[in-house]
């Protein structure tokens, strides 16, 4: 064991590991923006809005991500349309992810109490306004748990990008095995590079979770807006 001559791999390990940072991040953002969209399309009033989105939502659902990932890789590049490896991984992530977000965002936008749009009806508010400053801020806090989850999933699930070597954490692994051949000893690092990475990541959204949910204020003009109203409480009749 640890006969592996790890400083002439750190930088291919540290390229790996920005690798798959990248991959993360691009594949997150936009998985979350694509899922809100077919969650608000789940929740329109029209069939040809509603369908579609069930559809897509079912598809990916029940397709495993490695098949996704050769369809677009490999699938796309046998009908002429050539993705790079960077290219065919944030898409397979995206289109992948948020099928499952997607149904998140939706549960959680129909958890919010009807009351509050009724509330911000009254006061005069129009659709939007009130799904942007009513619905969704409370639909987001209570979709956080299940975010917060696939992220961490969707951050190990990169993974499974070594198939199309993608340059990340495990695409390297395998190249410095192939140099190597100490299978044990480089990929008991590159888990343990995994759950440096995955476990502080969970717990942080995980305290990130529990102070919404205990109404802390997280933005700076937040904590001033209740500093001020609790200024105003306490002046005495």
Known sequence: MFQVPWSEYSADLWEGLLKTLSYTVVGFVGAALLGLAVALLRLGRTRLMRVPALLYTEIFKNVPLLAVIFLTYFGLGSVGLKLDAFQAGTLSLVVFYAAYLSEIFRSAINGVHGGQREAAEALGM???????????????????????????????????????????????????????????????????????????????????????????????????????????LEVPA
């Open 126 to 232: 129009g659709t939007l306004s009130t799904f942007a400053k009513v619905v969704f801020p409370q639909a987001m806090r209570l979709a956080l748990p299940g975010t917060n989850t696939m992220l961490v999933d969707l951050l190990k699930s990169t993974s499974l990008l070594v198939t199309i070597s993608a340059a990340e954490l495990m695409s390297q692994g395998r190249l410095i095995t192939s140099a190597t051949f100490r299978a044990l000893e480089v990929y008991l690092v590159i888990a343990a590079i995994y759950f440096v990475l995955c476990y502080p990541l969970s717990q942080g959204l995980l305290w990130f979770e529990r102070r919404m949910h205990a109404g802390v204020p997280l933005s700076a003009r937040r904590r001033r807006r209740l500093r001020a109203a609790r200024a105003l």
